[in-house]
């Protein structure tokens, strides 16, 4: 992850973590035990991306069911959350079993959970249970965004809960047009100068992101000093308790 993530703005740009972890890839609970390891070993540095998955050839190539993401997306994380909060969880499912589960030793702290979701059940899953949300990828802001924001606050009404207790981020997928893109690089990108990628930090500020994760391309010194610049410049004319977090 290129960017932290964390509740009430205050958070450490040492932080790590991925955007974001299959959950059908492995059994919730030695996920979340995996999880609360990361966490310990990295002094407390952790944010836990998850997902349901996508890509169906992955899936079938490791002999993972690619059924009922959703659904399984949800037993998985209904263990995973509480586990990483030291609770005991006991849930009997269509695809998972737990037994008065729990984490020995509990995580030494609440470990964020961050989800990457757009349809309807997986914005009530994210509003119920999730520290962190992800909405991807856009440049510039657009009606598109605006609609993903404005569900996800319907899902937190729905849910009964404030809107300021989710940390949002975005995110942004950042070419530079001067330099040769690997060939698989994804094709929806923004590419303009440094001045504009800072006025894109600007508008997703302005709609209320917390942080940017951003999928620099290519992968190169050059590609991460033109984001260094870009947020040098957003940081300089946004208010400290406005401005999106950065690398």
């Not at 932290?4 to 059994?27: E, K, S, Y």
């Not at 997902?51 to 037993?75: C, K, L, N, Q, T």
């Not at 849930?91 to 961050?114: C, S």
């Not at 620099?216 to 999106?244: F, G, Q, Y």
């Amino acid at each position: 992850m290129d960017d932290p993530v964390g509740g009430g703005g205050d958070v450490d740009p040492g932080q790590i973590g991925a955007l974001v972890m299959c959950t059908a890839f492995r059994n919730p609970g030695l996920l979340a035990k995996m999880a609360a390891a990361a966490d310990e070993v990295s002094g407390g540095r952790l944010i836990l991306g998850l997902g349901a998955g996508w890509h169906e050839p992955e899936f079938e190539a490791f002999g993972y069911p690619f059924d009922h993401r959703v659904g399984r997306f949800e037993e998985a994380l209904r263990v995973i959350a509480p586990l990483l909060r030291g609770e005991p969880v006991t849930l009997e499912g269509r695809w998972h079993t737990t037994h008065d589960a729990v984490l020995l030793p509990p995580p030494v702290r609440r470990i964020p959970i961050l989800v990457a979701a757009r349809g309807p059940r997986m914005l009530r899953l994210t509003a119920e249970l999730a520290d962190a949300w992800n909405v991807a990828w856009h440049g510039h802001p657009d009606e598109r965004f605006a609609t993903k924001l404005a569900d996800m606050d319907a899902a937190l009404a729905g849910a009964g809960r404030a809107p300021a207790t989710l940390t949002r981020t975005s995110g942004i997928i950042v070419r530079d047009p001067d330099q040769r893109a690997a060939e698989d690089a994804p094709a929806a990108a923004f590419a303009g100068p440094v001045d504009e990628l800072a006025v894109v930090l600007d508008e997703h500020a302005a709609a209320g992101i917390d942080h940017a994760i951003v999928w620099l391309e290519p992968k190169t010194p050059r590609s991460l000093d033109r984001l260094a610049e870009a947020v040098a410049i957003h940081r300089a004319r946004r208010p400290a308790d406005a401005t999106i977090g950065a690398p």
